[in-house]
């Protein structure tokens, strides 16, 4: 298995995470609409994220590679045009999205 993407709540990611461990998985992403940096929206990201700090922290603490937030459709090859471009231009537009 390359990588796990992660798309439901923050406790859940974690029993998730601890999972990954245990199977070796190399990398995980932890979903969220609102970037993987919010600045703007940031209440609303905390309602609406996969991202755990504690199971980012278990990822790190076992060397698996982790992002935490954003999408990945936003990079995919054969996403859709709104993800790709909209998603991606405006979230990295206000800050919300790390480089």
């Not at 990954?20 to 940031?42: A, D, F, I, N, Q």
């Not at 076992?62 to 090859?77: D, E, K």
Request: proline share 5%; charged share 15%; hydrophobic share 45%.
């Amino acid at each position: 298995m390359d990588g796990v993407v992660i798309v439901t709540r923050p406790a859940v990611a974690e029993q998730i995470v601890g999972q990954c461990v245990e199977l070796g998985v190399p990398r995980v992403w932890m979903h969220c609409s609102l970037g993987t940096c919010p600045k703007l929206g940031k209440k609303l990201a905390a309602t609406i994220t996969s991202v755990s700090e504690e199971a980012v922290r278990l990822c790190r603490e076992h060397n698996i590679a982790v992002i935490p937030g954003g999408c990945p459709m936003m990079f995919c090859q054969t996403a859709d045009f709104g993800h790709k471009y909209i998603m991606r231009w405006s979230l990295r537009l206000i800050g919300n999205l790390a480089a």
